[in-house]
């Protein structure tokens, strides 16, 4: 829970919900903070609702006058106050309610129940969250139910999520800045789920990932999920645990990363065409516009082997997750900052 609560020394701060909804389709809210920004937008409320076919994407970014942490109790409960919109609050049980509202849209809900990354790490770094890092990464929950009212006027809302039960991702991100480039990649099914978030930080490209099923739990951090350029060899890094294919062009993502007895092999894939939004991203001087595009149509395969005394490795696991969400940002999103309309 400390790891959700405000940073209020860090430059920046920015609470991320994923809401599955009843329909197939999803919600992703972001309320996030600059507080010293020097020339871009220091407040941004981003509220997207995605349909299951991932077409019309309604959005909309309301770049607000300030977004109060405030903490509201002991074991770290906090609010983030908006004003004129609302607020998302989080009891010290990890109860979050959610009330918001606009003439466009409104949102309200209450989570029950946590999912946390893992009952041996609080949060996914481990360790690497107590160094001074351009950027952390938390999932606070991986699947929390969530009582929810959905208003639209403006769209043709499916009934089914106008008010319901939906289940709700939620991350933050705080430190510095956003990386120059990164991936996230985020799929839930039942009791089974992957999280992967990284790219380029201090001069290497590092990720943090967690595997997640019933019977089997899986982690990977630096240094077995690093990358080192080589100086003075273009192009060339020393990377003996992971190999990563980025390619923009075919919306694809693949990253293979081996322990001493685990290997993972993860491959994804997203439409080219329609299913992407964009999404304001936060630096020390505010928040960069479209600096990343997110789509929730993705398809997720998953491979992990182990390896046997004698050194050969053999597969264990195979499967396959769709409607997955796969996010580009920065170097790795040739449309950076464009405008859109």
Known sequence: MEHFA?????????????FDLPSGGHIALI?????????????MVSFTYYPASGTPIFQREHWVSDIKRITTGPDHAFELRVPGLGSMTCDADSTT???LSCPEWTLQGMTVGRAPWSASKCTPEGWLVHLPLPLHWHVHTLASSCAFLLRIPNIDLPSAD???CATVHQEKNWAHSFPAAHVWIQARDRDRGICLAGGKILGMTAYVLGYRSRDLNIDFLPPFALSIPIPFFFNLSLSPFMGVKIDWETRTFEICMSGLWRRLVLRAKAPKENGWFGLGCPFEEGHRRNFCTESFLAAVEVEIWERGWWGSWREVRRERFEGASLEFGGEYFPETGVKRD
């Open 162 to 164: 106008g008010k319901g």
């Open 6 to 18: 405000p940073h209020l020394t860090s430059v920046f701060e920015g609470y991320y919900s994923k």
């Open 97 to 99: 309610t959610y009330d």
């Open 31 to 43: 309320i996030s903070t600059v507080p010293k920004a020097t020339t871009n937008p220091p407040h």
